[in-house]
């Protein structure tokens, strides 16, 4: 059961260093190529979002039908184990969230990017005439 976490989690921060990668300063030539790579690869990893939509279906029918431990009749490393998971439970929501945020995120800065350049090519297409 952990593995689709770690993997989620190894998602999240290439998707993290990816964005960083393309808000950094740098020259036209290489922005564009930073760009147009990651482009090709945005595309495919789409993959990511059904599949973080799938783990947050998980943790809600887990927590719907989870044995809640709160009354006198809980032993403390019972109501341990319940907060425990609980915890886990509210880490694993927000790092689908910030898988979902970041996807976006990147898709949007290279679109814009995109747009920007094709603007810039139309600007000088003018200057031209």
């Known amino acids: 059961m952990a ?15 990816i964005a960083l990668l393309l808000t950094l300063p740098s ?16 595309q495919p990893c789409v993959f990511i979002v059904p599949f973080a939509a799938f783990q947050l279906l998980d943790i809600y029918w887990k927590n719907e ?5 709160t009354g006198e009749v809980c032993t403390a ?3 341990d184990r319940y907060e425990k998971s609980t915890y886990k439970a509210q880490r694993n929501v927000i790092l689908c969230a910030a898988a979902c ?29």
């Open 77 to 79: 490393s019972e109501r």
């Open 27 to 42: 020259p036209k030539l290489l922005r564009s190529r930073i760009v147009s790579l990651v482009s090709l690869i945005v």
């Open 65 to 69: 039908h989870r044995l809640m431990c």
């Open 101 to 129: 945020l970041l996807y976006w995120c990147i898709y949007r800065i290279c679109k814009y990017n995109k747009q920007i350049e094709s603007l810039e090519e139309v600007e000088k297409r003018y200057k031209k005439i």
């Open 3 to 17: 593995l689709q976490w770690m993997i989620l989690a190894y998602v999240v921060a290439a998707e993290a260093a």
